[in-house]
């Protein structure tokens, strides 16, 4: 197994696992705020990076391998994994149609080659045949079984002429795919005649143009690996698309929804968030559901742990109004072995599910809970 093929297994697994993870998440309501399904498309991505021939597809079988994520719950697991397969279908054809235009080009020149070789048999026939020139009705008979090969040659020649039309036919499709993505960049900013509108593109492009260095000091290495696909994107061209969203679903930033705006050019701003302007850019994010985005959906994913560990010790730590907590040496701590320890219960569940009873060591202030 070559490098190539090593690379495009692991890199599939990595994909399938985080595919994976997402499904059991619920992925298909929450698609743009599981870190579970980014590190998917993430993977997808880089899959696209790898330059993989039909050979290399064929032995790792990762396209049959692919097609399940097309049904992945998340729509945007679907999406990027079909636009991936049509991708590889792309070089599959234009390989092909390559070979076929090598073998139109050969077979004539192979075609002709059993015609000569078998021509120079011909004289060796009638050499035999002089011993015996007083039996002339002979010679007849056996020439005639001949005859048919000869009409049978011109007849394999043609056959093999007819399939090579067919193949120049699929060529115009790749060269129309691979015109289709190119487009060029923005060298300067598009204006508006507003300043303010043009104010808040330009801090937009600034934010924008910082993903590439982000990227490349980014700790994390499934992050680094995409580093081409973002010096790939136009930063000029998100920063107006993204603007021109934001005026047509919420007006000017100085009207009613003023704070929205703040919210989202301070999350795309911040130093600590380089997660969100990433996927921005890269368009996991489309620019027209940010009007639409919470700020829990824009945090960083730091953040976003954090947030969730806060919610969790809230919960553990949380209390009803009424009496004390109850005092037993019925529990016994983990961590200081002591048994002086105090409870309380709450219906964290369905009605139809027990208790969860929260246990805090008076002598530690170790915290656990059961049902």
């Not at 015109?179 to 060029?184: G, H, I, R, S, T």
Request: proline share 8%.
């Amino acid at each position: 197994m070559d490098s190539t093929e090593r690379e495009l297994l692991e890199t599939f697994e990595a994909a399938k696992k985080a595919a994976d993870a997402a499904a059991e998440e619920g992925g298909a309501s929450f698609s743009s705020s599981s870190p579970e399904a980014d590190r998917c498309i993430d993977a997808l991505n880089r899959l696209r990076q790898i330059k993989v021939t039909t050979a290399v597809l064929v032995s790792t079988q990762v396209g049959k391998r692919l097609r399940s994520l097309t049904k992945h719950p998340n729509s945007e697991i679907q999406s990027v994994s079909s636009q991936l397969i049509a991708f590889w279908k792309t070089i599959v054809v234009e390989e092909s149609s390559n070979g076929n235009k090598n073998g139109h080009i050969d077979k004539p020149s192979n075609a002709l080659k059993p015609i000569k070789t078998e021509s120079k048999p011909k004289p060796e026939k009638p050499q035999q045949a002089q011993p015996q020139m007083r039996d002339v009705r002979p010679q007849r008979r056996d020439v005639r079984p001949e005859t048919p090969k000869s009409e049978n040659k011109p007849v394999l020649v043609k056959e093999e002429r007819k399939p090579p039309p067919p193949a120049p036919s699929p060529s115009p499709s790749p060269s129309v795919d691979r015109k289709l993505p190119a487009v060029p960049k923005l060298s300067s900013l598009l204006k508006c005649n507003d300043s303010n509108r043009d104010r808040i593109r330009e801090l937009m492009a600034d934010a924008f143009f910082r993903v590439s260095g982000e990227t490349e000091k980014d700790d994390r290495e499934e992050i680094r690996n995409i580093l081409d696909e973002v010096e790939a994107c136009d930063p000029l061209r998100v920063a107006v698309t993204a603007e021109s969203s934001l005026f047509a679903k919420l007006g000017g930033s100085t009207g009613a929804h003023k704070q929205k705006y703040r919210s989202i050019m301070f999350n795309l701003r911040a130093e600590n968030n380089t997660d969100f302007r990433r996927k921005v850019l890269l368009g996991l994010i489309k620019p027209e559901r940010l009007p639409d985005l919470t700020p829990d959906e824009m945090a960083s994913d730091a953040r976003k742990m954090e947030n969730k560990q806060i919610k969790d010790k809230a919960l553990f730590e949380c209390e009803r109004g009424g009496p004390p907590k109850a005092t037993t040496d019925q529990f016994k701590c983990g961590r200081c072995g002591q048994r002086k320890t105090t409870y309380y219960q709450l219906q964290t569940r369905s009605a139809d599910e027990p208790m969860t009873t929260f246990v805090t060591c008076v002598n530690c202030n170790n915290h656990w809970k059961f049902c």
